[in-house]
């Protein structure tokens, strides 16, 4: 039972960020590999603050959120003003330079040694330390996020996403600042991360910077595309099938010396296939 409540905890901190991406690739149709950076500012912030004051794990993720949304302007002003190709060299730069800062400042953040002990969340007198009552805390954040998505997706905010996707010039024709939006929505989807991030922090109560390398923005960007671009219930899908997915391989009966070989080997053979087959992902509405 614990095994499954660890795996329900870890879904939903990947569905959140699955999700947040899904607005810049899915429905905006910018290849962003930042996520990694952002996820790792929430978890670093929200791990110092918990450990070095008695602020609480609430503020201390508010305080992660809004230092994610600051940085996450600046170097949003400078990719908002490309496309394509060199939006994501862009954003893998920035991914790279934010794992390198917590690699090497290594007075704030221990650099390769981490953050160890890190206080579980208590919010309002109740103390989230057993893997029960934290799956409640994390599905209830998951469940806001995606409702907060699927009112941004909804809105006349999201269908201007829509239309820059499709076609950036026509919509600057009718005078709509797509600079404007495509830099909102770039913050908006840090905000998100951050929280996944200062769950993360909590729930392992250690981190290091090995989990917010330019991989773990690749890992989040196939579950956004494996499950469907522009579909928020793909971002779910997306998380549910690859936590899942190396679990179930796990009871398959390879042979103890290649078993962990085969697992990969079969894993990444069935994300293939389905690329090939459902480019667009498995529910998805679009396609890069």
Known sequence: MEYLLHLAILFSIYAILGLSLN????????????????????A??????????DIGFLMSGLIGIILAAI???????????????YYALGSMGFCIIA?????????????????????????????????ALFVILA????????FAC??????????????IREDEQAIQVFGYSTLYFKL???VISAMMAAVAGSLFAAYITYIDPSTFTILESVFVLAIVILGGLANLRGSLLGALLLIMLPEILRFVGFPGEIAGQMRELTYGAMLIA???WRPQGLIGEYKL
């Open 23 to 42: 607005l810049i690739v899915g429905y905006t149709g910018l290849l962003s590999v930042t996520h990694a950076a952002f996820y790792g500012i929430g």
């Open 44 to 53: 670093y912030a929200t791990a110092l603050l918990l450990i070095k004051t």
């Open 71 to 85: 940085i996450a302007f600046l170097i949003g002003m400078v990719l908002s003003k490309f496309d394509g190709d």
């Open 99 to 131: 794992f390198s800062v917590f690699l090497n400042w290594q007075d704030l953040t221990r650099g390769p040694l981490g953050l160890p002990g890190i206080p579980k969340p208590e919010i309002f007198g109740i103390e989230f330390s057993t893997s």
């Open 139 to 146: 599905a209830v954040i998951l469940i806001a996020i995606y």
């Open 150 to 163: 699927r009112c941004i997706a909804n809105s006349s905010f999201g269908r201007v996403l829509k239309t």
């Open 184 to 186: 909102t929505v770039f």
């Open 274 to 276: 389905l690329m090939l």
